[in-house]
């Protein structure tokens, strides 16, 4: 009987089309699901006439494997990947290789890994970007976990990722433990990022400008020929131009409650682990969280009857402000993602190719635009650049589009429209490019309430000063102290 190249455990919409993808590459797939009529069903529908082998058991998919065997698991996050991991082991054998593709916290594929080698298995935890369309056509993946897994899965990876242009996959190998995960998940607080600053760009139009859906649907479509070309600027367009039977706009027709599956949030509390200002994504992660407080925004909207004044002034130059606000603001969120991913490359000892991950995202995924084309330019110019917006490119485009951002940001905090995401990213890119901020005046507030000592201008770094501020403390300082 002839042997499956990879099996894949679960059927959902994922799995199943990823199955799809693999075997349309010439590689046979073994397909096992809990609920094992939906094998079945798969194989007598999609799958009929195709190199597919059905399992109804671990054990059989597990037989039905050439050696060593890969097996990609498309099982939710959490507890379910932990026991699905235990049930294979006693079907497997030493050099076997374990595959995640779901949306694993990094941590627990880190633990994962581990788990795996101690068995004298393969473990691989990679991101998968590009939702149903991207699973069956060619999705961004981002592989990390054991180095020794890698040659092994490589062929079906890059068979079956997105290419760019040149041909180019995207996907390439991440690092050790939970790189790749880790990747993943700052991918997805940049695609909350991009999403929030399309919807503050919409509310700008609707509120501010008082622009129609068709409107803004020619807006967005224009915007999608110049730098910020991307794929949700171009579905942003789409969406807007949909209608219902009756000939309303379907957008208008959703209640404006957004959910979210916390990727977000895990890349916030990281960035607080880090030490790094992720102000723009963790933003647009609390602007979810409002949007969710639907009866409570209904009530104080009441309680407050504020009103946006309609905007008075040149309409088509100010749409070309708040392109160019949104560009700036993009710009500032990918700063911070990649800063992020550079303290985390420190922490975890993971030697990441920043060009690359632009790379790997610049095809099949959410957030794919030309705009990342810049960002591998970038890190290939200087792989240790410290900040997108100390390149010359970049450094370039945002002294051009700093007048028209500050100008998006003021109106709408004169007119009253939300702009989380805007304004913190101008706030941050203040802060960022000053030389001095009112941090002296917060550690003295900090020494002199308990003794936390403080640097000086005068003095060489690191060396710690301590003030008796009322003339009653004593010299005692605090031994803890994080810069």
């Keep these: 009987m002839k042997k499956a190249d990879i099996g894949m455990i679960g059927l959902a919409v994922m799995g199943e089309n990823l199955a799809m993808n693999m075997e349309s590459k010439g590689f046979t797939v073994a397909v096992y699901n809990r609920t094992t009529e939906k094998v079945d069903s798969f194989l007598r529908g999609r799958a009929a006439g195709k190199n597919f082998i059905g399992a109804h058991s671990l054990e059989e998919l597990a037989d039905s494997l050439e050696k060593p065997r890969r097996i990609f698991m498309m099982v939710k996050a959490g507890k379910a990947v932990d026991d699905l991991i235990d049930s294979l082991l006693p079907y497997l054998e030493e050099g076997d290789i374990l595959i995640d593709g779901g949306n694993s916290h990094f941590p627990d594929t880190a633990r994962r890994t581990a788990y795996v080698e101690s068995k004298g298995l393969l473990y691989v935890g990679t991101g ?17 976990g ?14 079956i990722c997105a290419k760019v242009e040149d041909g180019s996959p995207c996907c390439d190998w991440v690092g050790e433990n939970g790189a790749g995960h880790f990747v993943k998940m700052v991918h997805n607080g940049i695609e909350y990022g991009d999403m929030q600053l399309i919807c503050e760009a919409y509310q700008l139009m609707r509120d501010g400008l008082g622009m129609s859906c068709e409107e803004m649907h020619e807006v967005f479509s224009a915007w999608n020929k110049t730098e910020l070309d991307s794929y949700l600027i171009e579905i942003t367009a789409d969406i807007l131009s949909h209608k219902e039977e009756d000939g309303s706009y379907t957008v208008d027709c959703i209640l404006d409650r957004a959910g979210q ?36 925004r209904v009530n104080s909207a009441a309680l407050y009857n ?61 957030i794919r635009s030309v705009f990342l084309g810049k960002i591998k330019e970038a890190f290939d110019k200087n792989p240790e650049l ?37 304004s913190s990213a101008l706030s941050y890119f203040d ?14 507030q900090r020494d002199y309430f308990g003794a936390h000592t403080y640097e000086r201008v005068d003095a060489p770094r690191g060396q710690m000063f301590h003030t008796n501020w009322t003339g009653h403390g004593g010299s005692t300082a605090s031994s803890s102290y994080n810069a």
């Design 146 to 159: 054991s180095p020794a897994a890698w040659p092994y899965v490589k062929p079906i990876f890059q068979s």
């Design 128 to 144: 998968v970007s590009g939702g149903e369309e991207g699973a069956l056509k060619g999705p961004s993946m981002m592989p990390g």
């Design 431 to 444: 802060g960022y490019t000053c030389a001095s901020l009112p941090a002296n005046l917060l550690q003295a």
């Design 261 to 296: 599956k916390g990727t977000g949030k895990w890349t916030s509390i990281s960035a607080l682990d880090e030490g790094i200002p992720l102000t723009l994504i963790s933003e647009a992660v609390f602007s979810r969280c409002l949007s969710a407080q639907k009866d409570e």
């Design 306 to 366: 504020r009103s946006v004044p309609l905007f008075e002034g040149d309409k088509k130059a100010f749409v070309e402000n708040i392109r160019k606000a949104l560009y700036a603001s993009k710009i500032i969120s990918y700063a911070q993602g990649y800063a992020l991913m550079r303290a985390a490359a420190k922490t975890y000892g993971w030697n990441l190719n920043y060009g690359g991950i632009a790379l790997m995202w610049r095809g099949g995924c959410i």
């Design 386 to 422: 410290d900040n997108l917006l100390n390149d010359p490119y970049f450094s370039s485009v945002m002294k051009d589009l700093i007048p028209s951002w500050r100008e998006v940001v003021a109106y709408a905090v004169k007119a009253g429209i939300p702009m989380p995401a805007f």
